[in-house]
Structure formats: C-alpha cells, structure tokens
C-alpha cells in the first residue's frame, strides 16, 4: 500500500521561505512522475510544479522563478522549496505520485499560511 505523507506547512510571512517534504511509502516503482499541487481558498486544486520520470521539472507560471521540486536519489523523498511567499502562496500543498501504468496517489496535504 503506498501512503505519501506532506510535511513542512505552516505560517510564513511575505518574502519567506518554505521547504515541503512529500515522503512515499510502499512501493511506487516504477516511477511515472510526480507533481505538487495547490488548493487555494474556495478555489479548485491546480498544478504548481511538477518532475517527469526522467527527471525534467516544470512550474505553473505564477510560480517560476520562486518554486523549485527535487526528488532524491530513491524517488521516495520529494521536496518543494517556495521562495519570496506570497499571501497567492496560501493553500493546502498535495504531493501526487504516478506509476508507470498509470496507478496515481495523493498525500492528505499540508497546510501553508502567507500573512504578514
């Protein structure tokens, strides 16, 4: 059974920064790529940033520049660094896992607060 467990949320104030961690357990090989999506108050879940199973990284627009993904060696460990928040930053962070096949998983989520 895989399990992936969002970690790093909290409260931060504008031009902070924040490091989430998206940590899998179980089997997800073989590793069909992964992505962090945002929930936005009264909005829908939209992709931020993403990585490819080869690798290749990606961001939404709004978010280039200040958001970076990295995985570790394993593909176990995932993590996004948020830069210069901003209060748009708030949210609920989701880490999404894909196999290859197509089986998917989400994390329960975490929490990132931007107020001043």
């Known amino acids: 059974q895989v399990q992936l467990v969002e970690s790093g949320g909290g409260l931060g104030y504008p031009g902070d920064s924040l490091s989430l961690t998206c940590t899998a357990s179980?089997?997800?090989?073989?590793?069909?790529?992964m992505a962090w999506y945002r929930q936005a108050p009264g909005k829908e879940r939209e992709p931020v940033a993403g990585?490819?199973?080869?690798?290749?990284?990606d961001y939404a627009d709004s978010v280039k520049g200040r958001f970076s993904v990295s995985s570790d060696n394993t593909k176990k460990t995932f993590s996004l660094q948020i830069n210069s928040l901003t209060p748009d930053d708030t949210g609920v962070y989701y880490c999404?896992?894909?196999?290859?096949?197509?089986?998917?998983?989400w994390g329960q989520g975490t929490q990132v607060t931007v107020s001043s």
């Open positions: 999404l896992v894909v196999k290859k096949g197509g089986r998917s998983f």
């Open positions: 179980g089997d997800i090989a073989p590793f069909g790529g």
């Open positions: 990585m490819s199973e080869s690798g290749r990284t």
